[in-house]
């Protein structure tokens, strides 16, 4: 990898993660974990949680070509090692996904 390939995952590593940028959605938080970032320095992976529920990972499914979801518990996470996604991180699809799931 070279330094313009390393800044370009640096660059996209501050977009995807604002730590002060909450999601205020009823309550809703979408995580992503840094240091699982895939080579275009995107997140594969989310974790979601409303107010003082479950949380949930998501991630993308490419047989059925939709994000699934599974409930995760969470002491086996670590969750010193998310941070609080910005919203315009979430993919669309995952956007409309997270709709489904948490109605308000």
């Given at each position: 990898?070279?330094?313009?390939?390393?800044?370009?995952?640096?660059?996209k590593k501050r977009m995807a993660v604002e730590e002060t940028k909450l999601i205020k959605r009823g309550g809703l938080r979408v995580y992503v974990n840094p240091v699982s970032l895939d080579a275009r320095g995107e997140p594969g992976v989310f974790y979601s949680r409303r107010e003082c529920g479950p949380y949930y990972r998501w991630s993308f499914e490419d047989k059925s070509?939709?994000?699934?979801?599974?409930?995760?518990?969470?002491?086996?996470?670590?969750?010193k090692a998310f941070c609080v996604a910005s919203w315009t991180a979430v993919p669309h699809a995952l956007q409309a996904r997270l709709d489904e799931h948490y109605p308000e």
């Open positions: 990898m070279n330094s313009i390939d390393a800044g370009k995952i640096k660059q070509v939709r994000w699934r979801s599974s409930r995760v518990n969470p002491n086996a996470l670590t969750l």
